[in-house]
């Protein structure tokens, strides 16, 4: 037990599961077996890791303003690319009911209703403009289609090129 309470705390303040048990002298695999045999341990681990995760959130976020201050231009971009939407154009969010829609979309060969769907968020704003040529075009021609609607493997292959083509940006 005190084994547990010093691994959850060592994840509040490093939230690598890895640092977090060589600091409390507990192997990976106990991590693991407490994890998946005692419900609390897990509740709690999780607690613990997203309290910890927040917390160097909080770090990586106070020096990227640091750096701002300073004048550093790749922290300026960088805060500006992440947080202001004049400056995120290649971001898009979409979300996993979207993601799910489009890649039964593709396996299922309704890729009219996909671009519709596609194009509904493009004028809505959520899919940027600056995307929208090249995904259109992704969707709509080419034998890595083909191949994927004849094989459910590549249409998830193909769906994720499709994601990657919209950009580095997250999706939620």
């Known amino acids: 037990m005190r084994n547990k309470k010093l691994l959850l705390e060592n994840l509040r303040k490093i939230p690598i599961i890895q640092v977090a048990c060589a600091k409390s002298g507990v192997s990976r695999a106990s991590y693991y077996r407490w994890y998946g045999e005692d419900n609390k341990f897990k509740e709690e681990a999780d607690e613990a890791l997203s309290e910890g995760i927040d917390k160097i959130n909080d770090l990586a976020e106070s020096k990227v303003i640091e750096n701002i201050n300073t004048g550093d231009m790749r922290a300026v971009m960088y805060w500006l690319n992440n ?89 939620e």
């Not at 809505?124 to 289609?145: A, V, Y």
Request: hydrophobic share 35%; with cysteine.
């Open 83 to 171: 947080h202001h939407s004049s400056y995120s154009y290649n971001k898009v969010i979409l979300s996993n009911k979207d993601k799910q829609q489009i890649i039964e979309g593709i396996q299922n060969e309704k890729l009219t209703e996909v671009i519709q769907m596609l194009l509904c968020k493009i004028a809505s704003g959520e899919i940027p403009n600056s995307s929208s040529r090249t995904l259109i075009n992704t969707i709509s021609s080419g034998d890595k289609l083909k191949d994927s609607l004849e094989n459910k493997a590549l249409a998830k292959e193909f769906s994720s090129a499709i994601f990657g083509r919209l950009g580095r940006g997250k999706f």
